[in-house]
Structures are given as C-alpha cells and as structure tokens.
C-alpha cells in the first residue's frame, strides 16, 4: 500500500535543469529521512541526496554538490530534487527512498524505494 511516486524525469540537453518529485502516500511518514539514489546501467548505485523531516539538515553526494538541492514539503510527504547545470554523467534512474527509523542514515536503511524515473542529458 505504501508508494512513493516519482515524476520530473526525462530528456535535457547539457547545462538544462530537470525538477523531481516524490509523492509519498499508504502511511504516516512523519519523522523521516527522504532522498534520492541513482543508478547508470553497469554501475553501482549512488547515492544522490537526502533531507530530513524538518528539513534543517540536507546532506549531497560529492558529484552533485553546487548543482542540484533537495526539498521537502512534510505537509504533503513530498520531497522534490532540482537539478541544474546537467551532465551526460547525470544520465540514470533515479530511485526515490525513504527511511522511517529516526536518526538513520538513508544510505544505511532504506525502508521504502520508488520505483524509477530516467533522466537522460543528451551531449
């Protein structure tokens, strides 16, 4: 029952911005940690970025820092991630997660994963 929707993905030049959105819904999230993960065919999966509920602390992975940022709207369990300044290198499915234990690291205990949106930055 608990899904996390993921739209905003699809074609951009280099240098374009693409704007994702995860929709959470089946249960009360209230406390928890949101993010993204991405992975390339044939390659591990990366983390991308993560926020907490109250949204005071945000954290990036190192190839993504000064280009995209993380949001969240905890009234409507939504968390969004604007890319910009886009590189072939950025090209994946990016995977929506979400932990419900307090004080975890979404990289270490993911409970819940979106789906997959493909974001494809054509050079």
């Known amino acids: 029952q608990v899904q996390l929707a993921e739209s905003g993905g699809g074609l951009v030049q280099v240098g374009g911005s693409l704007r994702l959105s995860c929709a959470a819904s089946?249960?009360?999230?209230?406390?928890?940690?949101m993010g993204w993960f991405r992975q390339a065919p044939g390659k591990e999966r990366e983390f991308v970025a993560s926020?907490?509920?109250?949204?005071?602390?945000?954290l990036y992975g190192d190839s993504v820092k000064g280009r995209f940022t993380i949001s969240i709207d905890n009234t409507k369990d939504t968390v969004t991630l604007q890319m910009n300044s886009l590189k072939p290198e950025d090209t994946a499915v990016y995977y929506c997660?979400?932990?419900?234990?307090?004080?975890?690291?979404?990289?270490?205990?993911?409970?819940?994963w979106g789906q997959g949106t493909q974001v494809t930055v054509s050079s």
């Open positions: 089946g249960r009360t999230f209230s406390g928890s940690t």
């Open positions: 926020i907490n509920w109250s949204g005071l602390m945000t």
């Open positions: 997660a979400v932990t419900m234990v307090a004080g975890t690291d979404l990289q270490l205990g993911v409970n819940y």
